[in-house]
Structure formats: structure tokens, C-alpha cells
């Protein structure tokens, strides 16, 4: 089983529409989790960190689900700049310093 | 707002030649990383570093690998004589304090090194 998995997509959508991706990870004692954002040839942008409890910061919601190691990450309201690589990382060490992405979950936004 | 600068943006080499990758960290954070994404791939932990040695490292970072902090601002990766694989972008990234990266803790990266080996 890989570290971390995503549905590699792509997730084609008109604007406005809401969308979800989910996101297994091997190592059960994970410890902390995170959504990136990558645009094309460009560096991972720290979206939102994910908490036990769930956090949403805007249109974005994160949920984590640690019994089935799920994360998921929903975004509403589509918008045409939403459109990119959407990265799910864990850090699988309560004291790593190694972060380990998943492939990505590519996003497209149509008008 | 603070950010981790990188430099070459791009870096053509042939293949044996030795390469370094500068990184100059945001100011006044204490952890240094690098991370690699050969193209269409995810992006691979290589290295951590703090106190100018080195925390953590992967599979990938051997010997042909090595960081080094020269001075109070950059952090460098030398790869010593390069291969084919080696082509990917570079990311550099720093972390404000602490070992484990975490919601506290976040990591910011610089916009990458393209490093291609003919």
C-alpha cells in the first residue's frame, strides 16, 4: 500500500460546483496532515493544515477520520483559480521532520 | 510576506558535472529542507537540516548528496557528479522552529531549482 494515495483525477468542474478528494495514508501513527496546492511547475502552497476535529477556512473544508486514515479535503463555490494539483501530506513521525506527499488530485474549473 | 528564495531557477548540466543549488531560508527560521519532484512524480523528501548538521534523510540522499550552510543565510545542495535521474526541480523549505513539521509548524518552499542532466 503507498504512504500516502490520492485519485490522481482529473476533476473537471464548472464554477460554482463542489467538489471533494480523498486521501489515504498507510502509517497509523500519523501524525499531522495538510493540504497543498500546486500550480503547474510552480512550488506546493501550504492550503490549510488538517485537524482531528475538522477545519474549514473559507470555502475549503478538511476533515480527517484517523479510525479509517482518511483525510479529505471539500471545496464549494468553484472557482476558475482553484483550478491545480491538490497534494494531501502527512507527516508520519510525531518528531519527523519528513513530510510524504501523495501524487496529487489534479482540479480543473470551467466557466 | 516572508519567503525562501532559490537560485538558479534553471540549471542545464551534463551528466558527471557537479551542481550546486543555493537556498537562502526565510530569516528567522531554523529548519532547512530539500525536496525533489522529477516531473509528473510527487514530490520526495531529501534532507533536514538544523544546527548545521544534518536532522533527517531519505533513501535518495546519498552519497553523491551533500548540504552544507556556508554562511548565516544560504543553504546549499551539492550533488557531485550528476546523473540522468537527477533532472527534477529542487524545492528548498524552511520551517520556523521545532522538530516536527505540524499545523504549528508549517513548511514554506521556495519556487525551485530546475536541474536538467544532458
Known amino acids: 500500500r503507498k504512504e500516502v494515495e490520492q485519485d490522481p483525477g482529473p476533476f473537471n468542474v464548472p464554477e460554482g460546483a463542489t467538489v471533494a478528494f480523498n486521501c489515504t495514508y498507510s502509517?497509523?501513527?500519523?501524525?499531522?496532515f495538510f493540504w497543498y496546492r500546486q500550480d503547474c511547475r510552480k512550488e506546493p502552497k501550504l492550503l490549510m493544515s488538517?485537524?482531528?476535529s475538522g477545519n474549514e477556512d473559507g470555502r475549503f473544508t478538511a476533515q480527517l477520520n484517523r479510525a479509517s486514515q482518511y483525510i479529505s479535503l471539500l471545496i464549494r463555490d468553484s472557482k476558475l483559480s482553484d483550478s491545480a494539483t491538490y497534494l494531501c501530506?502527512?507527516?508520519?513521525?510525531?518528531?519527523?521532520?519528513?513530510?510524504?506527499f501523495g501524487k496529487g488530485t489534479t482540479l480543473s474549473v470551467s466557466s | 510576506e516572508p519567503e525562501v528564495t532559490q537560485t538558479p531557477s534553471h540549471q542545464v548540466t551534463q551528466m558527471g558535472q557537479e551542481v550546486i543549488l543555493r537556498c537562502v531560508p526565510i530569516s528567522n527560521h531554523l529548519y532547512f529542507y530539500w525536496y525533489r519532484q522529477i516531473l509528473g512524480q510527487k514530490v520526495e523528501f531529501l534532507v533536514s537540516?538544523?544546527?548545521?548538521?544534518?536532522?533527517?534523510k531519505s533513501e535518495i540522499f546519498d552519497d553523491q548528496f551533500s548540504v552544507e550552510r556556508p554562511d548565516g543565510s544560504n543553504f546549499t545542495l551539492k550533488i557531485r557528479s550528476t546523473k540522468l535521474e537527477d533532472s527534477a526541480m529542487y524545492f528548498c523549505?524552511?520551517?520556523?522552529?521545532?522538530?516536527?513539521?505540524?499545523?504549528?509548524?508549517?513548511?514554506?518552499f521556495g519556487a525551485g531549482s530546475r536541474l536538467t542532466v544532458l
Open positions: 488538517v485537524y482531528s
Open positions: 501530506v502527512v507527516n508520519p513521525r510525531q518528531a519527523g521532520t519528513a513530510l510524504i
Open positions: 537540516f538544523y544546527n548545521n548538521e544534518i536532522s533527517e
Open positions: 502509517n497509523s501513527a500519523s501524525q499531522s
Open positions: 523549505a524552511s520551517t520556523p522552529s521545532g522538530r516536527a513539521v505540524s499545523g504549528a509548524n508549517v513548511l514554506t
